[in-house]
């Protein structure tokens, strides 16, 4: 009987058919991360990566054809980053994602403006989170609770398809902003006009905030909520820039 391949590192970029070499990889148990670009036929990653105990990174970039993952599902235990980006297609997050306790990094950058939040929510000792381009994800999300996060320290939010927002953290829900956050960065939200200052009453040890593309954005947080903060930045927001002319990125 052949010995397992001892592969840790799996990376295809251009792979015209990803399904054909799945079985390959099936009883690579050592296998610690998987990082995939511009493959544009694969639908779907191979199944039993369930199976693969050791696997802590998988990254997805550039696959337009990709819908979802195998029904069998994700490593829970020692999976650390899930990274998909750029995959117009996709549209489903694992449902038990909110089983991966391990998880620290989580990217869902342009994908499908139809994927949804999962019903159990995100893991909540996320400590890095970023969200392009997700409108359901983020109404979700703000209804969950950011707050929940418990161990997040940087947040990327880009506000594509999110017209109805004018404020952040939204006001109406009186949500404040997990207190180890570190960084903040809020991107095109083209009618977000204020920041809700109550939000940012906890974060003490907040060093980096961005504005980015928010033409309606007139105000910052209170100086009284950034008194830890080293580094502002604001960009493509003109009402806010008058405001602060000496504001460097």
């Known amino acids: 009987m052949p010995k397992p391949v001892m592969l840790k590192h799996l990376v295809i970029s251009g792979f015209p ?14 296998l610690k991360s998987i990082r995939i670009s ?8 191979p199944r039993g990566l369930d199976k693969l105990s050791h696997l ?25 980053v899930l990274s998909i ?17 391990s998880l620290g990094e989580l990217k869902v950058v342009y994908c499908s403006d139809d994927i949804s939040f999962p019903e159990e929510g995100f893991p909540t000792n996320l400590t890095l989170l970023e969200i392009s381009n997700a409108p359901k ?13 418990t161990s997040l320290q940087q947040l990327d939010i880009s506000g594509e ?13 009186g949500m404040t902003l997990p ?9 095109n939200f083209n009618n977000l006009e204020f920041m809700c200052s109550k939000g940012f009453q906890h974060l003490t ?8 593309n928010c033409p309606k954005l007139t105000s910052l947080p209170e100086k009284d909520m950034l008194l830890s903060l080293e580094r502002l930045c604001i960009w493509g927001c003109p009402l806010l820039e008058e405001g602060c002319p000496h504001t460097l990125c």
Request: with cysteine; hydrophobic share 40%; aromatic share 10%.
């Open 17 to 30: 058919v990803l399904e054909c070499i799945a079985q390959d990889f099936h009883e690579t148990v050592d």
């Open 38 to 45: 511009n493959a544009e036929n694969i639908k779907s990653l």
């Open 56 to 80: 802590q990174e998988i990254e997805v970039n550039g696959c337009p054809s990709l819908v979802s993952f195998e029904e069998s599902g994700l490593p829970t235990t020692n999976l650390k």
């Open 85 to 101: 980006q750029y995959c117009e297609n996709f549209r489903a997050l694992p449902k038990c994602i909110n089983n991966f306790t």
């Open 137 to 149: 994800i983020y109404t979700s999300l703000v209804e969950w609770g950011f707050n929940r996060l």
């Open 161 to 173: 398809g999110c017209s109805n927002v004018v404020s952040f953290p939204e006001e109406w829900i």
């Open 179 to 187: 207190p180890p956050l570190t960084a903040i960065r809020i991107r």
């Open 205 to 212: 040890s907040l060093q980096e905030l961005a504005f980015i």
